[in-house]
Each structure stands twice: as C-alpha cells, then as structure tokens.
C-alpha cells in the first residue's frame, strides 16, 4: 500500500512539472531581450571598439535576420564572442552589458528551462555591470535588469519580481532621462502595469529623441517597436 500511494503521489508532481516547463517556454520565447546599450566613447578606444562589434553585430542579428534558426545560431556565437570581451577587459561595464544582452538575447531565442537558465545567467551578468558602474552607457545594466524583471515570469516559474522592475527602470530614467532605451522599455513596463497615460508619455519621450546616425538599424527598429506600442496605447486609452 505504502509503495503504491508513492507512485499514485509523483503523478501529480510530474503533471506539474510538465505544465510548469510549458508555461515557461511559453512565458520566455521571444520576451526577454533587454536594452541594446549605445557604446558610448570611454578612455579605452581599444575596448569600444571591441564593444561596438558586438554592438553592431547584435543589431543586424536581432533586425535583419528573419530565420529563427539562423538567429538563434548567430547570437550563441555572439553571446561567446562577447563574453571574450569581458574576459579582455575586467572590471569594465560597458563589455559586461553588451555580454549580457547577447546572453538575454539568447534566452529569448530558446525556450523553456534554457532559456530560463540564459536569463539567470544575464541577470548576473547585469548585475555586475550595476555593481561596476550603474551609470555606463545611458544605465545600460539598470535598465536591462528592470527589463528582465518584468519580462521573466515570476515565482514559481522565474525569478520575475514587478516592484524590482519599477525600481531599476526609475533608477535607469534618474540617470539617463533622455535615453530611448530606458524610456521605451519603461513605457512597456508601464502597459503592462495598465497605466496607460503614463506610458504614453514616457513611449512619446522615448520617440522624441535625437536619431542615432550611428546606429541606423537599431534606431530604425527600435522607434518601430515604440510605434507599435503607442498605437497599442491609444487604443486603450480610447475605449478607457
């Protein structure tokens, strides 16, 4: 009997793990990329050009290439490439950043417990970076945290937390409020809070910024997505 009430116990638990690892794929597939950071000019030319490779790299990985599978295949070399930059440059934030949004990118591209996994990884990462210098390119590393908190479910399928969210995406507009990345994503941020007006005036900051001459395909793609997100926006706002 005993042996027997065992079996009939761990059913269930499977059944849960199995819909827990659903939910997970579900949850992350294509969700969690984070920031694309401008590689901003240091005292170390050597390392900003390292970092505007990988930069560069991510942009047309990310807005060019429509195969999934070519994609998920690129930016796994990329996540190597720029992990190699870090190890050239320690104690440095600007790599770490670019590090962990090919890391985040990665997650994005896979699904269920690996791509949980990336996102842990990218987290750490991240917080490195904040650890270094919370103020390197534009609050690159706030900025990308608060994005995966609110992007990555919470417990108990992730480690998804909506108050560290709001309080990293705040702390990324405090230091660099004219920042297409920190705005957009804390407009997004703010749909999903359903605060509708708020986030159509941060998602309107964010389009309002100088273009990135430098930088035409991540600036054309990404003032696409805030588009996309204001039409969203004033849609709700209109039947509100």
Do not use: C
């Amino acid at each position: 009997m005993a042996a027997s009430t065992g079996r009939v116990g761990r059913k269930p638990k499977v059944q849960m793990l199995r819909r827990s690892k659903m939910l997970l794929a579900s949850a992350l597939f294509l969700a969690v990329a984070v920031p694309s950071a401008p590689a901003l000019a240091s005292d170390n030319p050597a390392m900003d050009a390292a970092v505007a490779r990988v930069e560069h790299e991510w942009e047309r990985i990310k807005y060019q290439i429509k195969d999934p599978r070519a994609q998920h295949a690129q930016i796994e070399i990329l996540t190597r490439d720029a992990a190699a930059v870090t190890a050239r440059y320690p104690g440095r934030a600007e790599p770490l950043i670019w590090q962990g949004i090919a890391q985040s990118e990665h997650a994005a591209m896979s699904s269920g417990l690996s791509a949980l996994a990336d996102a842990k990884e990218s987290r750490k990462t991240f917080e490195r970076a904040y650890q270094l210098d919370r103020t390197a390119l534009e609050a690159g590393a706030p900025t990308s945290l608060g994005t995966l908190y609110y992007r990555v479910p919470g417990f108990p399928i992730g480690f998804g937390d909506k108050a560290k969210a709001r309080h990293y995406l705040s702390e990324a507009l405090s230091i660099a409020p004219d920042s297409m990345d920190a705005n957009y994503f804390y407009g997004d941020f703010l749909i999903t809070k359903g605060e509708y007006a708020a986030a159509g005036r941060v998602l309107q900051h964010a389009l309002a910024t100088p273009p990135h001459p430098d930088r035409p395909i991540w600036d054309q793609g990404r003032r696409a997505e805030i588009r996309a997100l204001l039409v969203k926006v004033n849609a709700k706002l209109k039947h509100s």
